[in-house]
Each structure stands twice: as C-alpha cells, then as structure tokens.
C-alpha cells in the first residue's frame, strides 16, 4: 500500500480544553462595552426589564461563548456543541446579545425587539422560540436544575453510545454551563439539584454564580447571608472564587477590576475537573459601571433612564447621543467565531464518522433516537392481562410495562424521588445510574446506569427531569406519590410551557391510600394539574388501560404527561364482554354500551370505573338503559374529532354523571348543565381505603342513586 493509500486517521478530540487560548484584545473590550450600551438601550427602548446583571456580566458571557465553548453560530442543534443555560433568566438580554455578536440568529432588529409581541427577545430565554436558547428559564433555580439533568443524559447517552472511549474523546462529550444569580442559588430547587450533582460526581458541569449581592429589596444581606462557596463544597463540588471587587466588604467596592483572565482561567481549570461538578463564585458588582445605579435594586429591575444610560455610555467612552450603535467592523470580528466553530466542527464530524463506522449498531440506534423514532418491535412490547376480580394496582401494572420494555427501548430510564418500591419506577434488573465509588450490593450499576435515585428531592427531580428530555436523545420518567407532585409543580408547569414530553408517574392517587390519612390522599390534585394548558393527566382504570396508557405517553413527543396510578388493587376488566382497552389512546370510549337506547351515561376513571360498571348493572335492572364511558385523559378525548366525541358522549342524552374520587372541578364540561359528578369535596381521612370509598359514597348504589335523580330530572 502506498503512502497515498494509507487510511487517515481521525482526528482525536480533546472537550476538556477550553474552544481556544485567552483572547481578550482590545477590539473584543469594545464590542463587549457596546454589549453592555445595548443592555441598557434595549431595556430603554423596552421601557422594562433587567439591565443590571446583562451590563455587568457581558465579559463573562464574551468568555463562554467567544473563548470557551465548542458551538457553531449556524447550527444550534448539532450534536457536539457545549449547551448554556441561563439560568438568571430575568437577565435575558445577555444571552441574547451573545447570540447576536457571534451571528447566531439574532439580529440589532431583534435587540431593540427586546419584551415586545412577536419578538425573538421575549423577556424571559424561551425554549423553540429563540435560535440557540436550549431551555425556558425565569423561574429562578428551574435552569440550573435543568442543567442538572442536561448534564445526567450527556453521561448516559455516552453509555450508550461510546462507552469505552477515554474521557474527553468521544464525539459525545461536552460540558454543560450555567450561569446563575443570587436568586437562583437561593432558591430549593438550585439546593436540591446541586446536592444531586455533587453526589453523582458529575464533572461535566460548570456554574458560573454570579455574586452580585442584589435583588428586587436591594441587598441580599436582609435574607441571604450564608457562605455559598462551603456550601457546594460540602455538596462534593469543585468550589473556584473569582473576585472583580477586589476583597471589598459589602456594598463598599473603591476597586473594581472586570478581571477576565482570572475569570477564563477559572473556566478552563472548571473543564479540566472531571471528577466534580464545578462552582465559579464570581463576585461582581450589579450594573457597573453605571455612575450612580450600579450596586443597587435600582438597576436590576428597571430602566436606567435617560441621564444614567448616557452616563454609562461616557464611562465606556462611547457616544452618549447614539441608540442601538454597533461598530460594523467590530460586529465582524466577534462574528468570525463562525470561522473558529467551522474549523472545529470538521474535525467533529470526522471523528463522529470514524464512530459511526466503528459502531454501526450504535449508529443505527443513534440516528433512531436522534429521529425521534420508536424501535421496532415497540408495539409487540407491551404486556396484556387477562379477567381478574382481584387484579393488580395500576402501579403495578406500570412497573410490569416499564419491564417489559427496557429491552426494546435502550433510550428509557428514570426512577423515583425515595419511593421506587411504592411506585414500581424500576425496571427489573436494570442497574442504578451512580457513581462507581455510589454503587452497592443492594444497589449495583455504575456512571452508564438505567435507575435514578433522587432522594427525596422531588422538584429537584422534575427539573431534571426537564433537562434530560430537553437534552434530546432519550425518554426519561420521575416518580412520586400524587399528593407530593405540589412540590414539583412549578417544573411540571414549564415542561407544559415548553411542550417537551417529561414522564411524570405519580402513584396512591386518591383516599385509596387509606391509613396514611389525609395528608397523603389527593383530593383536588387530578383538577389542578388537568388546569395546566398542554399537560396530559392520565388515569387508567385497570391493568390494560395502564399499557396503552404508557404506549400514547410515549408516542407523543409534543407535550409532557402525568400518569396517575392507584396504590390498591384495581380489577383487571373483562374484555370480552367490555370494550377493548385501545380506547385509552383516544382519551375516552365508551366501556360498556348500554341496552338500548342510552338515557344515561356514567363517566368514570381510574378506580372508580369499577363502580360506574357496578352502578349500571343496578340502572338497567331498573329499566333505565345505561352506558359507561371510560374517560381516562380528558385532554385526549378534547383533541378528537367532534364526530368521535359526540359518538361518546351523544348530545341527546344530558343524564349523566361522572364518578371520580376527587374535587368535581372540571367535570361540568362533560356532564353538562343537566348532569352530577359524584366527588369529593373535602379531605379524606385515616382509615381503610375500602372504607372510605364506602362512607363518601363511592359505591354502587349511590352512583345509581344519584343517577335516578339525575334521569327524573
């Protein structure tokens, strides 16, 4: 073989090294000084926002996107790009300029577009809505959460994709950066994902905490004292402090230096720790070099005003008379970042093909997940079960789905916040996702595992859950008990907000939880989560229901769902004399068709089902023709077509009642003006499931009783 037939060799990567050397010239200190003149123009023009953090951090964001981070301005999804969240969200403006200095989408158009209708600079980072925004942020601690969870699916997709390759060397190595406030690590979400990433020892995340010592009230003293820095060390994370106040006490800074050597050096020493997620306290002073609102509530919040944007201009020595002014030949110099990404991305994607014909399998599933494409086989998966009075709970039924299939479905995983026994979250004999040095007899596995343990941490779990999805490749699922799903509801909200498909299990979802009492029995939950526009409550009623539940969860890819099981026994309904369960998929069926003719309708869910069915035998004896519909997911059954939904729920017939052990809210658009819900309208209390379901009217009879009523009406 000839030299010039020798096969080249792929280039090797290196992601621990930092996108380039320190650069920091005097052209890039203009073009950072006109970032932060357009904070404040922009915010002006606005007349609301944020100005402060985006004119004091633009050196910091400079660093990131122009020296440290592996992205290309033209492709924000490409697989080997370093993602950045922000998760100050508030702060919108330095993102956005950051995307427009490097050519990322966003023009000077679109600055002064900032907060107003139809702009691509809304006031807070929006996911799918902004070129090179990777998740919605503004709620403070939700980002930095969510950045936990970008950075778990990075090392489980590695996993799956290239798990033998050194570190730093794969195609799918990158490091995750997020840069967060006062607020955000204030706030228990931040504290609960942090203590999560310390513990999983995740060396692939750098937060960049920006220390300013401001919020809304002005200094953070009057609530916010503690020492952060020993905080996250005693988390297990790799703690750096830069300091651009020079040692100052407080508010009383004489001295500030924009030390961006320090700040980069930090950076690249963050990258280079593998072993621990990474802290840069970085100690800043709010909006300078404002002449007068720097260091103060006044500027976080609010426009500067006219004297106060023209006195900063002059101290940045830029005209105090232009609006919106950008150095053309400036602009061009940041945007040569395209040159630089172009140049790395090649040597990417030469490396990723020398992966994918090492690997072709993993190529294969890769370009499946990448596709969002189910596996083949998906459908054939699922479990079945036949007639049984006595059954099974519908968590147990969710367990025996998940088992059936981890083999068919690599890219599925997740687990439970401290109740994976109760919520039957863990797939049999998959392994734990920990830290080699985390794993155990009891809990074997390794950094490429399948289960996550969340502690008991629910929000910080669906935060996480969040990112993982957010991330791309894989399908992830939390559980938890119903009634604590309150506190991850503001996570749930966003997943609705961004229409991401995050799995939320939540288990012992009524008063059939029973001796725990009424501090763990969910009355209003099933109303105010199907009170989330874009959110999928799903409440099967037996066995059957809960597989199909679980298949049209995960065929949907444009919104989240909350699965809502029982703790006790449910029975497995007999298809051959009820309708087949496949009905699930379209949110509601009719179960049971009535005699003739209906003139009443029962409407029931979950474990209440079985007592529309009971009810209805006791109806038709009485000469009243009855008909039972299954309603599991009322926004599935809104999404159909009116033909199908008036083919269920017929117009003619207004009798009808829905039975569901919860708060009757919701129900009147189903049962109509003419209609009545048998609920619940109070707390539950400690006793046997069985006997509450009894004393609050859960039965039979009394759903016949209220039926009567309801038909003589």
């Given at each position: 073989?000839?030299?010039?037939?020798?096969?080249?060799?792929?280039?090797?990567?290196?992601?621990?090294?930092?996108?380039?050397?320190?650069?920091?010239?005097?052209?890039?200190?203009?073009?950072?000084?006109?970032?932060?003149?357009?904070?404040?123009?922009?915010?002006?023009?606005?007349?609301?926002?944020?100005?402060?953090?985006?004119?004091?951090?633009?050196?910091?964001?400079?660093?990131?996107?122009?020296?440290?981070?592996?992205?290309?301005?033209?492709?924000?999804?490409?697989?080997?790009?370093?993602?950045?969240?922000?998760?100050?969200?508030?702060?919108?403006?330095?993102?956005?300029?950051?995307?427009?200095?490097?050519?990322?989408?966003?023009?000077?158009?679109?600055?002064?577009?900032?907060?107003?209708?139809?702009?691509?600079?809304?006031?807070?980072?929006?996911?799918?809505?902004?070129?090179?925004?990777?998740?919605?942020?503004?709620?403070?601690?939700?980002?930095?959460?969510?950045?936990?969870?970008?950075?778990?699916?990075?090392?489980?997709?590695?996993?799956?994709?290239?798990?033998?390759?050194?570190?730093?060397?794969?195609?799918?190595?990158?490091?995750?950066?997020?840069?967060?406030?006062?607020?955000?690590?204030?706030?228990?979400?931040?504290?609960?994902?942090?203590?999560?990433?310390?513990?999983?020892?995740?060396?692939?995340?750098?937060?960049?905490?920006?220390?300013?010592?401001?919020?809304?009230?002005?200094?953070?003293?009057?609530?916010?004292?503690?020492?952060?820095?020993?905080?996250?060390?005693?988390?297990?994370?790799?703690?750096?402090?830069?300091?651009?106040?020079?040692?100052?006490?407080?508010?009383?800074?004489?001295?500030?230096?924009?030390?961006?050597?320090?700040?980069?050096?930090?950076?690249?020493?963050?990258?280079?720790?593998?072993?621990?997620?990474?802290?840069?306290?970085?100690?800043?002073?709010?909006?300078?070099?404002?002449?007068?609102?720097?260091?103060?509530?006044?500027i976080h919040g609010s426009k500067l005003g006219t004297d106060e944007v023209?006195?900063?201009?002059?101290?940045?020595?830029?005209?105090?008379?232009?609006?919106?002014?950008?150095?053309?030949?400036?602009?061009?110099?940041?945007?040569?970042?395209?040159?630089?990404?172009?140049?790395?991305?090649?040597?990417?994607?030469?490396?990723?093909?020398?992966?994918?014909?090492?690997?072709?399998?993993?190529?294969?599933?890769?370009?499946?997940?990448?596709?969002?494409?189910?596996?083949?086989?998906?459908?054939?998966?699922?479990?079945?079960?036949?007639?049984?009075?006595?059954?099974?709970?519908?968590?147990?039924?969710?367990?025996?789905?998940?088992?059936?299939?981890?083999?068919?479905?690599?890219?599925?995983?997740?687990?439970?916040?401290?109740?994976?026994?109760?919520?039957?979250?863990?797939?049999?004999?998959?392994?734990?996702?920990?830290?080699?040095?985390?794993?155990?007899?009891?809990?074997?596995?390794?950094?490429?595992?399948?289960?996550?343990?969340?502690?008991?941490?629910?929000?910080?779990?669906?935060?996480?859950?969040?990112?993982?999805?957010?991330?791309?490749?894989?399908?992830?699922?939390?559980?938890?008990?119903?009634?604590?799903?309150?506190?991850?509801?503001?996570?749930?909200?966003?997943?609705?907000?961004?229409?991401?498909?995050?799995?939320?299990?939540?288990?012992?979802?009524?008063?059939?939880?029973?001796?725990?009492?009424?501090?763990?029995?969910?009355?209003?939950?099933?109303?105010?989560?199907?009170?989330?526009?874009?959110?999928?409550?799903?409440?099967?009623?037996?066995?059957?229901?809960?597989?199909?539940?679980?298949?049209?969860?995960?065929?949907?890819?444009?919104?989240?769902?909350?699965?809502?099981?029982?703790?006790?026994?449910?029975?497995?309904?007999?298809?051959?004399?009820?309708?087949?369960?496949?009905?699930?998929?379209?949110?509601?069926?009719?179960?049971?068709?009535?005699?003739?003719?209906?003139?009443?309708i029962l409407i029931g869910t979950g474990s209440e089902l079985s007592v529309?069915?009971?009810?209805?035998?006791?109806?038709?004896?009485?000469?009243?023709?009855?008909?039972?519909?299954?309603?599991?997911?009322?926004?599935?059954?809104?999404?159909?077509?009116?033909?199908?939904?008036?083919?269920?729920?017929?117009?003619?017939?207004?009798?009808?009642?829905?039975?569901?052990?919860?708060?009757?809210?919701?129900?009147?658009?189903?049962?109509?003006?003419?209609?009545?819900?048998?609920?619940?309208?109070?707390?539950?209390?400690?006793?046997?499931?069985?006997?509450?379901?009894?004393?609050?009217?859960?039965?039979?009879?009394?759903?016949?009783?209220?039926?009567?009523?309801?038909?003589?009406?």
């Open positions: 073989m000839t030299d010039a037939a020798q096969p080249s060799t792929p280039p090797t990567l290196d992601r621990v090294a930092p996108a380039r050397g320190f650069v920091y010239s005097e052209q890039d200190r203009r073009m950072v000084d006109t970032l932060k003149a357009l904070s404040a123009d922009a915010v002006e023009k606005a007349g609301h926002g944020h100005p402060g953090t985006a004119i004091s951090l633009a050196p910091v964001a400079w660093q990131l996107y122009q020296n440290v981070m592996h992205l290309d301005p033209t492709d924000d999804r490409w697989e080997g790009r370093d993602r950045f969240i922000l998760s100050a969200g508030h702060a919108s403006l330095i993102q956005y300029l950051q995307l427009f200095a490097a050519g990322a989408g966003l023009e000077i158009e679109d600055i002064q577009g900032l907060r107003t209708e139809g702009s691509r600079t809304p006031g807070h980072p929006e996911y799918g809505h902004t070129h090179g925004v990777e998740v919605t942020t503004g709620p403070l601690g939700q980002g930095l959460a969510m950045g936990v969870g970008f950075a778990y699916e990075q090392r489980r997709v590695r996993g799956l994709m290239d798990p033998d390759a050194a570190p730093g060397t794969s195609p799918f190595d990158h490091h995750v950066f997020v840069l967060a406030s006062d607020g955000d690590i204030q706030e228990g979400v931040a504290a609960e994902a942090s203590s999560l990433a310390g513990h999983q020892e995740l060396g692939n995340l750098v937060v960049v905490y920006d220390a300013n010592r401001i919020s809304i009230e002005d200094d953070t003293d009057v609530a916010f004292t503690e020492d952060v820095a020993r905080r996250y060390e005693a988390y297990g994370w790799h703690v750096q402090e830069v300091d651009w106040t020079n040692g100052a006490q407080g508010h009383a800074v004489t001295e500030y230096t924009e030390d961006v050597e320090a700040l980069y050096d930090a950076l690249v020493a963050a990258k280079a720790e593998t072993g621990r997620p990474s802290l840069i306290k970085l100690r800043t002073v709010i909006g300078w070099p404002s002449p007068t609102k720097q260091n103060t509530g006044g023209a006195g900063l201009k002059e101290g940045l020595g830029l005209d105090p008379t232009t609006t919106f002014d950008v150095d053309p030949e400036l602009l061009a110099g940041a945007r040569s970042i395209a040159e630089r990404s172009a140049e790395y991305r090649r040597g990417w994607e030469a490396a990723f093909q020398a992966w994918r014909e090492a690997n072709p399998e993993n190529a294969r599933l890769y370009d499946r997940l990448a596709g969002r494409e189910l596996p083949a086989g998906f459908a054939d998966a699922f479990p079945s079960w036949d007639a049984d009075e006595k059954g099974l709970a519908t968590r147990a039924a969710s367990g025996e789905v998940l088992t059936a299939l981890a083999p068919v479905m690599p890219e599925l995983w997740g687990g439970s916040a401290d109740l994976a026994g109760s919520n039957n979250t863990t797939m049999k004999g998959a392994d734990s996702f920990l830290p080699e040095d985390r794993c155990s007899e009891k809990d074997p596995g390794g950094p490429y595992g399948r289960t996550i343990h969340f502690g008991v941490r629910e929000h910080a779990m669906g935060g996480i859950l969040n990112g993982i999805t957010l991330a791309g490749l894989t399908r992830c699922y939390g559980g938890t008990f119903f009634v604590f799903s309150d506190y991850m509801r503001p996570s749930v909200r966003l997943a609705a907000l961004m229409k991401i498909p995050s799995i939320f299990v939540w288990t012992h979802d009524s008063i059939g939880v029973g001796e725990d009492g009424p501090t763990h029995q969910p009355v209003e939950h099933l109303a105010s989560y199907r009170a989330i526009p874009g959110l999928d409550i799903v409440r099967p009623a037996d066995a059957n229901e809960t597989a199909v539940a679980w298949r049209t969860i995960v065929e949907h890819t444009d919104r989240p769902a909350g699965l809502v099981l029982s703790r006790q026994d449910l029975p497995t309904i007999d298809r051959s004399k009820y309708a087949s369960a496949e009905g699930v998929a379209r949110g509601a069926y009719v179960v049971c068709e009535a005699s003739a003719e209906p003139k009443v529309a069915l009971e009810a209805r035998k006791k109806l038709e004896a009485d000469g009243i023709a009855t008909r039972v519909v299954s309603m599991p997911c009322q926004e599935w059954f809104d999404e159909q077509d009116e033909e199908y939904r008036e083919s269920v729920l017929p117009s003619s017939v207004t009798a009808r009642v829905s039975v569901e052990a919860g708060i009757a809210m919701g129900w009147a658009k189903y049962v109509g003006c003419k209609g009545a819900s048998v609920s619940l309208e109070h707390f539950g209390a400690s006793a046997s499931g069985a006997l509450l379901f009894e004393k609050f009217g859960f039965t039979a009879d009394h759903v016949a009783e209220v039926a009567h009523t309801v038909f003589m009406e």
